[in-house]
């Protein structure tokens, strides 16, 4: 173990100086470890940003890989040979179509329902949590997953030669569990919710020494997410969004673009703003969006049960903080039903041409609802993030998509279908009419 930290930390490059409790501020040391021993609060990487100012400029980071690690000087590993497996720099669409139909006018789709390598948002965290468990010398890595976390672990783990053992829940969707599966890491399918699965991991984490991305190894993970921030900062042209609108599962996701923002602001990347941010959650599992409504500073608890299983987090352990976030820039957080997460997923598809799965299905609704209370802005400049790919989630839509003609090879018969296809157009178009 102490050989690799040993050879990392002859880096002059780190940038990253320890780890402080985001309550009351004490400091630790940068090792696998993410509660406050005085007062049990989170753990949060901090900076050197004088340093970050003096390295760091636009053409710096322009010049860097066409991934997450063009950042690297914000985020929280020494190596400069980190694990790249070409995570991050997904699109950012102009979704006009979405827009006019919403009736809005400048909307965006960052879209890491492409991301690279297992299509969702968490192949950065992770990324940044193996090169970080590399460093401090683990050989075995885990987490506790909704199911995205679990494929980009195994994933990412089997390219780094890292043994993976992850949790998941045993109710998955079948996506998730073979896009697990295929890298070979060892499963555990937990027969309870993710809250049972997570307090579960806590426990093999006191025992086993492992470095669970989600668990000890959380306050390098969590600076993953800050680069959803920085990319969509660099992809405006150097400029931030009016409004975002992402979705909340644990709440780290959003308050990581937050921090990320406020970083590029401080070290003069960007000019300084007020990003309005609002949160999306199932109406199934919306504890926070729950609290948001209620006007309450902290979060109950609740059962998850919604077809949105990637974001279904009972007890989210960074609620508080995303719904601080939501009210101090003016944003809200709102929730869902599954029938129109549902929706959500068929009006992207329809509109842009990207299938997203049940998260984004979500954060699409809750963007709908949002614009039609009047608390979007026509014209404000408006990123909406989908973190996650449909062809994950396709029971989700069972019963709620079309079926194909099946014809004969001939034309007569294609002809013969086509009719139909317009018939049953027309029928439509009367049921909208009605
Ligand atoms: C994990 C996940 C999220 C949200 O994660 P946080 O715990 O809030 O950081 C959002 N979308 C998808 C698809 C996810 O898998």
Known sequence: MTLATEQHTQSTSATFKNLQCKECGAEYEAKATHVCEVCFGPLEVSYDYDALRRQVTRESIAAGPNSIWRYRPFLPVMTDNPIDVGT???PLVKANRLARRLGIKNLYIKNDAVNMPTLSFK????SVALTRAKELGFSTVSCASTGNLANSTAAIAAHAGLDCCVFIPADLEAGKVLGTLIYSPTVMAVQGN?????RLCCEVANTHGWGFVNINLRPYYSEGSKTLGFEVA???GWKLPDHIVAPLASGSL??????????FIKVGLVEDKTVRFSGAQADGCSPIAQ???EGRDFVKPVKPNTIAKSIAIGNPADGIYAIEVAKKTGGNIESVS???IIEGIKLLAETEGIFTETAGGTTIAVLKKLVEAGKID??????VYITGNGLKTQEAMQGYIGEPFTIEPKLDSFERALERSHTLDRLEWQQVLV
């Open 88 to 90: 991050g720099m997904t």
């Open 123 to 126: 192949d950065r965290v992770v």
């Open 194 to 198: 993710y809250d049972q699965v997570n």
């Open 234 to 236: 660099e992809q405006l």
């Open 254 to 263: 959003f308050t990581k673009i937050y921090k990320g923002f406020q970083e």
């Open 291 to 293: 609290a948001f409504r």
């Open 338 to 340: 599954d029938p129109e």
């Open 378 to 383: 026509p014209d404000e400049t408006t990123v």
